[in-house]
């Protein structure tokens, strides 16, 4: 128990691992793809905290949503 509490009220997302099981159409796969990469590389990028909720993709995790690693990444290239 962290006390993190999952707010359950009303369900008006799907998740990104549902998305892609069900076989969505070469377009939606493109813009889905292009969502995803503009996201901010967040600790836990699993499909899962990852939801469609209306035509944009959030991220959901509640335990890891203000850890980020954009500055890290951006710096990659000089290790």
């Not at 909720?53 to 335990?63: K, P, T």
């Amino acid at each position: 128990e962290d006390g993190w509490e999952i707010p359950y009220g009303s369900l008006r997302s799907v998740s990104l691992i549902a998305l892609l099981r069900m076989g969505l159409g070469r377009a939606h796969r493109e813009r889905l793809y292009v969502q995803f990469a503009q996201m901010p590389l967040y600790e836990d990028m699993a499909p899962w905290n990852i939801v469609a909720q209306g035509s944009m993709l959030n991220y959901i995790d509640q335990d890891t949503k203000d850890v980020t690693f954009d500055k890290e990444v951006a710096r990659a290239y000089q290790t």
